[in-house]
Antibody, heavy 119, light 106 residues
């Protein structure tokens, strides 16, 4: 059974940093592109970052480019999101998601971890 | 970036109704659209990919269609378990979601 479990969320002050983790199990992690998707309270879904199978290629929307960094450790079946220079508008539930092997839609999601950026 | 215009933002239906949600892309997305269901406090669940292909476990009352820039998602015979929010996602380019549609019971 595919499982994705996020951790590392919490309350952080504006301008500070936070690193999220996602532990994957139930599939061969190294064979899949992985992503982070976020959802602000009572708002819609926003794709945040994607990383290739080896980690050599990363992709971001303009809203987080230069502030967020996605990475992975295939030996540990783990995905990470380093978030720097956090803003109040980064407040959201952050989901770890798996891309389908040959396509860019997301086929499995974790339950999410909440990040609140506030002083 | 490709923009996805999803409508309506909310929908009220009775049990047994047929409902339809539409998404219009800002450019041709070559049928690369997926549809998700999200219930409160839960992660999204993939229902349909590549416009009309049902994921394993998706009931047959769900369907999708479209081409070019215009796509639709329908639920025939709405059941109580279908009360949720629904999102489209284009993946022809870097992924972008529609704003969502909240389905409520009339």
């Amino acid at each position: 059974e595919v499982q994705l479990v996020e951790s590392g969320g919490g309350l952080v002050q504006p301008g500070r940093s936070l690193k999220l983790s996602c532990a994957a199990s139930g599939f061969t992690f190294s064979n899949y592109y992985m992503a982070w998707v976020r959802q602000a309270p009572k708002k819609g879904l926003e794709w945040v970052a994607t990383i290739s199978t080896s980690g050599s290629r990363t992709y971001y929307p303009d809203s987080v480019k230069g502030r967020f960094t996605i990475s992975r450790d295939n030996a540990k079946s783990s995905l990470y999101l380093q978030m720097n220079s956090l803003k109040s508008e980064d407040t959201a539930t952050y989901y770890c998601a798996r891309h389908r092997t040959t396509d860019w839609y997301f086929d499995f999601w974790g339950p999410g971890t909440m990040v609140t950026v506030s002083s | 970036d490709i923009q996805m215009t999803q409508s309506p933002p909310s929908l009220s239906a009775s049990l047994g109704d047929k409902v339809t949600i539409t998404c219009q892309a800002s450019q041709n997305i070559n049928k690369y659209i997926a549809w998700y269901q999200q219930k409160p406090g839960k992660a999204p669940r993939l229902l349909i990919r590549y416009t009309s292909t049902l994921e394993s476990g998706t009931p047959s009352r769900f369907s999708g269609s479209g081409s070019g820039r215009d796509y639709s998602f329908s639920i025939s015979n709405v059941e109580s378990e279908d009360i949720a929010s629904y999102y489209c996602l284009q993946y022809d380019n870097l992924p972008t979601f529609g704003a969502g549609t909240k389905l409520e019971l009339k």
